[in-house]
């Protein structure tokens, strides 16, 4: 028995592991197809838009065609080069410079295009906070422009006055107002005591009143503060840049252009807190993605994974874009995780014939490989490297800078990994929600604290309380289609009901082609019974005759050979009646009488007696 168990075991190992093994493969198949499809669309439309050239060379690393309409569009000027000839766009620009990136050619007049686009942000009212230890009352001096000024601060940490011309008395009281006209002055900073002085920034200018005041406003905190002992010094400078448009900063254009240089290995430092404090407003550009990619604020995952749908994508309110779009965003920003996981599940059920999405259409399809799978970088240009895979095949792993540096490890540059992640020298893992503290909350709860990333996927660090909302029934999730506030290419509109007030229920017009696999399992289960009829056809034939006769079941054994009288069986070979033919009437046959000396077997009469019943 131990022995027989062993081997069950062994045989449901090797079982489990083919069928990893298989869907690992179906997997690769999928993207291949998908690869494939980007490909073909992109070879048989007699031409291309600029955005699908850019997010077909995103994806599969190079393509003459594509390139050839990228090269059309460049505009060449004394700031570099822009994309599109007719407009320049900050979005297109960056967008493009991840194209060329990826198809290995030189980067540097987009990336010097950008930079001489960049420029200091006066969407955003600054301050600057002065701390001491123990809250203990001082003195402190305030430096700029060739001046000196003086200020009291008192033991609740109240300002006395204001700073110059610069530095104006915040209503109140606890801060000093850094005007437009300054930003990006240094002020050195001393204090008579030991202090911390720290910049403060809030996203609402139209106010008067600061963020300390406003019960309503947020306050947002420079990452970098600075202490210093008695009569030291500090120095602070607000760098709040963004991408501009003309004069006016470009939000969108800003998180393009800032993922952009990201990759290309530049300090992005001082484009956060811009993009950080505009992120709230923002939504319907997925911002959050961007930022969680760029910082890994738990803050920014909570909300990329409140937002995916039941079936695994996500599609953004106020979007200007398809669910496809905002479903590779989310994708970009997260990486490998369980979140990430899902939408790749349920990306794969609904590939369409060809393998693409959306209808075919090559901007969802190309941004969506670009984000989740990736290729490449084809040659050695300025954008460098290899692909993901081919850091994997070096012997190093694909994550985040963060988790990588948590598990001791080191970026490898010319190493290439899709979206935000980095080649780390050594395996990187999300860490188990149970190591974080935290709990898995179900689909039918929210979660009260923060969400962390973990490799179970969202782990809360509060409570998880019941949603109403999520409770209620969707019936048009349960009818396997989506709610948006539009339907998509390949998809229309039904009469279902959806959760959210002025959602239309979408399904497919057209059958995914995961349903292809519901088939080939029924033809498979077909084939198996029509090999076990062949099998075990002579049982099956017994059964049958049985059944026709009411449930006589003829012995399978061989009749014993006995001699008897030839009429009883000449008369079961005769042929049968004719249904109108009465039968002739005749006295019973006797039963013959056994030979002498041999026992007459009530085996042998009870099977006679049973075939003289089937001849009638």
């Known amino acids: 028995m131990h022995r027989e168990g062993f081997l069950m075991s062994i045989f449901l190992s090797i079982l489990l592991l083919g069928m990893v093994s298989a869907a690992e493969n179906d997997t690769r198949v999928g993207v291949d197809r998908a690869f ?30 594509a390139l050839k309409v990228i090269d059309q569009e460049e505009k060449k000027d004394s700031l570099g080069s822009c994309w599109p000839k007719n407009g320049c766009t900050i979005k297109q620009t960056a967008q493009t410079l991840l194209a060329l990136r990826q198809a290995g050619r030189s980067t540097t007049g987009a990336e010097t295009w950008l930079l001489n686009k960049s420029g200091i942000a006066t969407d955003l009212a600054w301050y600057l906070q002065v701390d001491t230890e123990g809250q203990r009352a ?5 430096k700029y422009d060739a001046g000196t000024y003086t200020v009291r601060i008192g033991n609740d940490m109240r300002l006395s006055s204001s700073a110059g011309a610069c530095l104006t008395l915040a209503p109140s009281g606890f801060l000093l107002q850094v005007k437009d006209s300054c930003l990006g002055k240094s002020f050195d900073i001393s204090c008579n005591e030991t202090f911390v002085t720290s910049l403060v920034y809030q996203k609402d200018k139209g106010t008067q009143d600061d963020c300390l005041n406003l019960g309503n406003q947020t306050c947002f905190v420079s990452d970098s503060s600075h202490s210093s002992a008695s009569l030291g010094t500090t120095r602070e400078q607000v760098t709040a840049y963004c991408f501009k448009q003309g004069i006016t900063c470009d939000y969108e254009g800003s998180l393009w252009s800032t993922y952009a240089l990201w990759k ?25 993605a961007f930022l969680f990619g760029l910082t890994g604020n738990s803050d920014f995952f909570s909300f990329i994974a409140q937002q995916q749908k039941t079936q ?3 599609e953004l309110a106020g979007s200007p874009y398809t669910r496809y779009y905002d479903t590779a965003l989310a994708l970009l920003g997260l990486g490998s995780n369980a979140e990430a996981s899902t939408a790749k599940d349920y990306l794969a059920s609904i590939q369409t014939r060809e393998g693409c999405w959306n209808n075919n259409r090559i901007v969802d399809t190309g941004l969506l490989l670009y984000a989740g799978w990736g290729r490449g970088v084809s040659g050695g240009g300025s954008g460098g490297g290899g692909s993901s895979a081919f ?16 598990a001791g490890g080191v970026a490898k540059p010319g190493f290439e990994c899709t979206g935000f992640g980095i080649c780390c020298s050594v395996k990187v893992s999300e860490a188990s929600c149970a190591s974080l503290s935290g709990r898995l909350c179900s689909s039918t709860q929210l979660c009260s604290g923060k ?43 039904t009469t279902e009901q959806c959760t959210a007030s002025g959602d239309i229920c979408c399904v497919s017009s057209e059958d995914p082609v995961g349903t292809n696999w519901v088939l080939i399992l029924l033809l498979g289960i077909l084939i198996l019974l029509i090999i076990l009829g062949i099998v075990y056809r002579e049982k099956l034939r017994l059964w049958y005759f049985s059944w026709k006769r009411g449930g006589v079941t003829p012995s399978v054994y061989p009749v014993p050979s ?55």
Request: with cysteine.
């Open 391 to 406: 850091c994997k095949e070096a012997g190093f792993s694909c994550g985040r800078q963060d988790a990588c540096l948590a």
């Open 264 to 288: 290309q290995g530049k300090d992005i430092n001082k484009y956060l807190p811009y993009l950080i404090a505009l992120a709230e407003g923002h939504e319907r550009h997925f911002a959050q």
């Open 36 to 65: 494939a499809c980007l490909e073909n669309q992109v070879a048989t439309k007699p031409s291309l838009a600029l955005d699908e050239a850019v997010f077909s060379v995103m994806a599969l690393g190079s393509n003459e065609k």
């Open 451 to 493: 969400g962390v990333a973990s490799a179970e996927g969202n782990c809360c660090t509060g409570e998880c309380i019941a949603d109403r909302v999520i409770v209620e029934d969707n019936e048009c999730e349960l009818i396997g289609g989506s709610c948006g506030t539009s339907c998509d290419e390949g998809t229309e509109a």
């Open 138 to 142: 001082t003195q402190c001096t305030f």
């Open 562 to 616: 006995v001699r008897t009288p030839a009429p009883p069986y000449r008369q079961m070979q005769r042929p049968l009646q004719h249904p109108m033919q009465q039968r002739p009437l005749s006295r019973p046959v006797a039963r013959p009488a056994p030979a002498q000396g041999k026992p007459f077997s009530n085996e042998l009469e009870e099977t006679l007696k049973k075939l003289r019943e089937m001849s009638k």
């Open 312 to 314: 695994g994508y996500w």
